[in-house]
């Protein structure tokens, strides 16, 4: 088993960029920076904020609602997982990048001011969760759990 999961929670770097490719599919890149802050260590040392930069990909509805609502500033929760491409560029020189695929995306904080008044937060919202539960877990959480030796563990 393997996880690929990623949630990023920064400041827009600047409005998405949306076109639209096979079967009139709308895809939206832009990018997001982080930031760790600084501090001094105690001898007395400044260690400055570190900004990294992330390229976001969302598709379909979340890069419909990128165009509309996501602007350069706004604060943003995204999670999605990382995806690596290469390709060759014009010169024939080896070229990749690292992308976060965004498949869920929520606008926080005070909505960017471009001339309306109107300054309430926009959530896109996240896919439902089902929380499945029976009485019997409830009663006896490790019932179903099962037993095992020593011999059986995978290492």
Same mark, same amino acid.
């Given at each position: 088993?393997?996880?690929?999961?990623?949630?990023? #929670?920064?400041?827009?770097?600047?409005?998405? @960029? %949306?076109?639209?490719?096979?079967?009139?599919?709308?895809?939206?890149?832009?990018?997001?920076?982080?930031?760790?802050?600084?501090?001094?260590?105690? $001898?007395?040392?400044? !260690? *400055?904020? +570190?900004?990294?930069?992330?390229?976001?990909?969302?598709?379909?509805? #979340?890069?419909? &609602?990128? @165009?509309?609502? %996501?602007?350069?500033?706004?604060?943003?929760?995204?999670? /999605?997982?990382?995806? &690596?491409?290469?390709?060759?560029?014009?010169?024939?020189?080896? +070229?990749?990048?690292? $992308?976060?695929? /965004?498949? %869920?995306?929520?606008? #926080?904080? +005070?909505? !960017? $001011?471009?001339?309306?008044?109107?300054?309430?937060? !926009?959530?896109? *919202?996240? *896919?439902?969760?089902?929380?499945?539960?029976?009485?019997?877990? @409830? @009663?006896? *959480?490790?019932?179903?759990?099962?037993?095992?030796?020593? $011999?059986?563990?995978?290492?």
């Amino acid at each position: 088993m393997s996880v690929n999961k990623v949630i990023l #929670l920064g400041n827009v770097g600047k409005d998405p @960029e %949306v076109r639209y490719v096979d079967n009139n599919v709308a895809v939206a890149n832009f990018t997001l920076a982080t930031t760790e802050r600084g501090y001094t260590t105690r $001898d007395g040392k400044t !260690i *400055p904020d +570190r900004t990294e930069w992330h390229n976001i990909v969302v598709w379909r509805g #979340l890069a419909e &609602t990128a @165009e509309k609502y %996501v602007k350069k500033g706004m604060q943003l929760y995204v999670e /999605g997982k990382i995806q &690596t491409r290469s390709w060759t560029d014009k010169d024939g020189n080896k +070229r990749s990048t690292v $992308d976060i695929l /965004g498949d %869920v995306m929520q606008m #926080l904080g +005070r909505k !960017i $001011d471009n001339g309306n008044s109107d300054s309430n937060q !926009i959530e896109v *919202p996240a *896919p439902e969760k089902k929380v499945v539960s029976s009485k019997k877990s @409830e @009663e006896e *959480p490790f019932a179903s759990v099962p037993q095992q030796d020593g $011999d059986d563990l995978p290492f």
